[in-house]
Structures are given as C-alpha cells and as structure tokens.
C-alpha cells in the first residue's frame, strides 16, 4: 500500500473564510436630520407669530347703522384660521420632539433603523396635516382677498391690509415647512435604502 505525500499549500492548510465588507463611512444623514427638523420648527413658530400678530381694527360701515363703527378683524374669528393654528402648533411641538429623537440617534446610533421608520411615518402624517392647513387659511384669504360675487361674500383686504398681509405671510411660511417635512421623508427613505443589505 503506497502512501502519497500530500503537497502543503503554499496559501495556508485552511482557506481563509470571507469576512462581510466593513460598513461604508458615508456622511451622517442624522446630523442633517437635526438640522431640518430645527427648520422645521423656526418655519413653524415664525408662521405661528405672525398669525396671532395679525389683528387690525378699523372703522368699517356695518348695515343698518348710519355712521362707521371700529370693527375688528382677528383669526380666531375664522375657524380655518383657528385650525391652521392648531396644526402650526402641533407640527411645532413634533419638531421638538423629533429633533431630541434624532440627536439621541446621533449619539448612539444603534435604534437608527427603528427611528428612521417612526420618522417616515410620521412625516407623511405631519405633512398631511400641514398640507390640509394651508389649504384651508389658504382658501379663506383667497376669498378675504378677491371675494366671491356668485355667494355674495366680500371681499375684505382693501379696508384690513395689515391682517390679510400677515394671513398670507404665515400661510407662505408654512410652505416652507411643508417643503422640508418633504425634504425629511426623502432623507429617511434615501436612509432605510442604504441599510438594505445589496
């Protein structure tokens, strides 16, 4: 019985086992997190100031008394405008609160994909809420400025200018925080695809 000599290999007696790629070192998207949810929340308390800023009283005539009489125009007179307070408000308050998440997730990264996923879902809400709010105060200065002669409604900003100014002024602010909950969602998809394994 002839025994064979069995050649060393030259690379080693074991194959060395693959070891997974290290994870790449890209750019932290939570520090960009943080950075626009503080956009977030100066865009929403801005448009929150200047809608309670937006009084103005002014000498109006009013049927059935003969001589002009100070009438004033708030926005807590209009429910849509009292809404789209509230709406400012909460989306405010979720700033806040999102924003200390992510700083968390900042210093210990190891929840990031959990917080990723609470955010998306809830900046698609937030953004809906948004989204109807403006579209609200947004249809009611429409009509405070042109009017609306097939139902007969006014039209207002010609006798209260100061108060339709600010209306419109908040409600343009609040596009601005509405384009950046855009801008977080997209942030946090783009950050859940990167931790899908390929």
Request: charged share 15%; aromatic share 10%; glycine share 6%.
């Amino acid at each position: 019985m002839s025994t064979e000599e069995k050649v060393p290999d030259p690379e080693g007696a074991k194959p060395a086992a693959e070891e997974p790629p290290p994870p790449s070192k890209g750019p932290n998207l939570f520090t960009a997190d943080v950075v626009l949810r503080g956009l977030l929340f100066a865009s929403t308390v801005t448009a929150i100031v200047v809608l309670v800023t937006s009084n103005q009283t002014e000498e109006t005539s009013v049927p059935g008394v003969p001589f002009p009489v100070p009438v004033e125009a708030k926005f807590n007179n209009s429910p849509a405008f009292v809404y789209f307070l509230v709406a400012l408000s909460v989306a405010c308050l979720y700033s806040i609160i999102t924003a200390l998440a992510s700083i968390s997730v900042v210093l210990k990264p190891d929840f990031s994909a959990s917080f990723l996923l609470f955010f998306v879902l809830w900046d698609v809400v937030m953004l809906g809420i948004m989204a109807s709010a403006i579209g609200t105060a947004g249809g009611v200065g429409y009509i405070a400025l042109k009017g609306n002669s097939h139902v007969r409604w006014a039209k207002i900003c010609h006798v209260y200018d100061k108060f339709c100014q600010h209306i419109g002024a908040s409600v343009a602010v609040s596009f601005l925080a509405a384009f950046v909950l855009i801008l977080l969602i997209t942030l946090s998809i783009v950050s859940l695809h990167k931790k899908i394994p390929q």
